[in-house]
């Protein structure tokens, strides 16, 4: 049965770093795209960052372009989103998703929530101002 754990999140303080890690069971993560949203409270959940199946392509919603940064440890079938200069906007549940079919273009990736078929169960991240 596939599985996937979030770790990391947690209370920093604006301009500071988190990695949240997403570790899988059940899967292997090498022949999935691999995706973190996250959902603020009232609203909609969001795409943050995800990474093709090749690893080739990593996409990121505007709002954190140069600050975060998305990656795979296939040995570990983890993957990771490193988050530098945190804003208290960042502020969210922060979730891991994997889509079966590599996911090449940023709509596809970021947007296109059906196509992820295993979700993380979420983890907090609060930035502090």
């Known amino acids: 049965q596939a599985q996937l754990v979030e770790y990391g999140g947690g209370l920093v303080q604006a301009g500071g770093p988190l990695r949240l890690s997403c570790a899988a069971s059940?899967?292997?993560?090498?022949?999935?795209?691999l995706g973190w949203f996250r959902q603020a409270p009232g609203k909609e959940r969001e795409g943050v960052s995800c990474i093709s199946r090749s690893s080739a392509s990593a996409y990121y919603t505007n709002s954190v372009k140069g600050r975060f940064t998305i990656s795979r440890d296939s040995a570990k079938n983890t993957f990771y989103l490193q988050m530098n200069s945190l804003k208290p906007e960042d502020t969210a549940i922060y979730y891991c998703?994997?889509?079966?079919?590599?996911?090449?273009?940023?709509?596809?990736?970021?947007?296109?929530?059906?196509?992820?078929?295993?979700w993380g169960q979420g983890t907090q991240v609060a930035v502090s101002s």
């Open positions: 059940g899967i292997t993560l090498d022949v999935y795209t």
């Open positions: 998703a994997v889509a079966p079919r590599d996911l090449i273009s940023d709509y596809e990736c970021l947007t296109r929530v059906d196509r992820y078929r295993y």
